[in-house]
């Protein structure tokens, strides 16, 4: 026990001398991209590493008359590795900024690390409400779950839903879907029942069973970023898409990164999402062809944009900084607005979370491929469970 303490007194320690060592020699602002780059949300780490390297390409590697270095580390997507590479950054690389973080687990682990280094940390993918609350330094440049849901539970309330299943992964980010639609899609006077499914090695099947039986007008599913394929496998085998049973949810479920290849069993689907690869914007359709032509037979997805805006986020916030991180980059970043391949976003300087359109989107087959294309527009979207707080 008394091991243990010393060791995390030391770490502790050792964090904050990295602090002021990192204070005096900063020729390079390095920032430190923590991803899961193997195992079974490597697609995510795939997409932002791609997207972040793009953005390096485009603007250059000199902000504020500071090189920046981008240092990627692979977490495997297990939190513990998280966590023990934020600190190996922090105190070894003397970053000025450590971004990435592919689930709620892995954005939340170096949180006290980030308050205690006054480092901040950009999370580009995690979708959980309470992320930015862990820490003051957490500011986020993907979405929350109930950011894209709510709208859905709207959707469907006006367009003759009145009966739905809902089936999400059970941890953070599914449960925030679960309850935000649920919430809002109940209000109108709708019923819901409620599946949840393990987040690792999920086994769909005697789920769908259950919604097969139940003979709901919709089901709603959330599941990560990349295993959508894998559900819409088990959702065919089960039949339900010839039941008749509508497939709603956010956009994880029909990720552009793996749309193409899950077939004409897509097609149809009504997602909510902040973005597409096929968003009508002179700013997507740039991105959109650069990325391709940087990262041969990949389109980009949410997480994607969620790593060139998170760049973007960090370049400026130097630019106003002189290439100062800690307090004063943070402070920076609040408030901050720009066009986006996604649309106009800005970062609430009360929550740290971005505020950005929300779009409705059917499952299309457009020049021989499958794409999100949006049909209705939600605007300017706060995070809705801090928006209740607040009021």
């Known amino acids: ?21 990192a204070a005096l020699a900063q020729e390079a602002v390095k ?22 390297k793009l953005y390096m390409q485009q603007q250059g590697d000199t902000v504020g008359g500071k090189k920046i270095q981008l240092i990627v580390k692979d977490d495997t997507g297990v939190a513990d590795v998280t966590k023990r590479l934020a600190q190996e950054l922090i105190v070894n690389d003397k970053i000025a900024v450590m971004a990435g973080f592919g689930l709620t687990p892995l954005a939340l682990a170096p949180a006290p690390l980030a308050t205690q280094a006054k480092v901040p940390a950009v999370v ?6 309470t992320i930015t609350e862990a820490s003051p330094f957490i500011v986020r440049t993907s979405f929350t779950l109930p950011q894209a849901t709510v709208p859905m539970a709207e959707w469907a309330s006006q367009n003759g839903i009145k009966k739905v299943v809902t089936l999400v992964s059970d941890y953070g980010p599914g449960i925030d879907a679960e309850k935000a639609f649920t919430g809002a899609f109940t209000a109108k006077g709708g019923q819901v029942e409620n599946l949840r499914v393990p987040l690792a090695n999920p086994d769909f099947s005697p789920f769908l069973q259950k919604v097969a039986d139940a ?5 709603f599913v959330f599941v990560p970023s ?5 559900f819409m496998k088990q959702f065919v085998e089960r039949g339900l898409d010839k039941s008749g049973v509508k497939l709603i949810g ?11 290849g899950m077939g004409d069993v897509a097609l149809g689907a009504i997602t909510t999402q ?18 391709k032509k940087a990262n041969p037979g990949m389109r980009p997805n949410f997480m994607a944009v969620g790593g060139y805006d998170g760049m973007h986020l960090i370049y400026e916030g130097l630019k106003k900084t002189n290439g100062q991180g800690g307090q ?64």
């Open 31 to 52: 920032i430190g991209l923590i991803l899961p780059m193997t195992g079974p949300f490597a697609s995510t780490g795939r997409q932002i590493e791609a997207a972040a």
């Open 328 to 391: 004063a980059l943070i402070d920076a970043m609040k408030g901050m607005s720009w066009t986006s391949p996604r649309g106009p976003v800005s970062i609430d300087p009360q929550t740290r979370d971005i505020i950005q359109n929300i779009y409705v989107r059917k499952v299309e087959r457009k020049d021989g491929e499958l794409y999100n294309v949006e049909f209705a527009t939600i605007p300017n979207v706060k995070d809705p469970v801090k928006a209740a707080k607040a009021n």
């Open 274 to 291: 902040h973005y597409s690869a096929s968003h009508d914007s002179p700013e997507n359709k740039a991105f959109v062809e650069a990325f």
């Open 250 to 260: 956010p956009g994880d479920v029909t990720d552009d990164d793996i749309l193409n």
């Open 226 to 230: 990349g295993i959508g394929a894998q």
């Open 124 to 129: 580009m993918a995690a979708a959980t409400a």
């Open 215 to 219: 003979k709901p007008d919709a089901l």
């Open 1 to 21: 026990m008394r091991r243990r303490t010393f060791l995390g007194a030391a770490g502790a320690a050792a964090v904050t001398l990295a602090v002021s060592g």
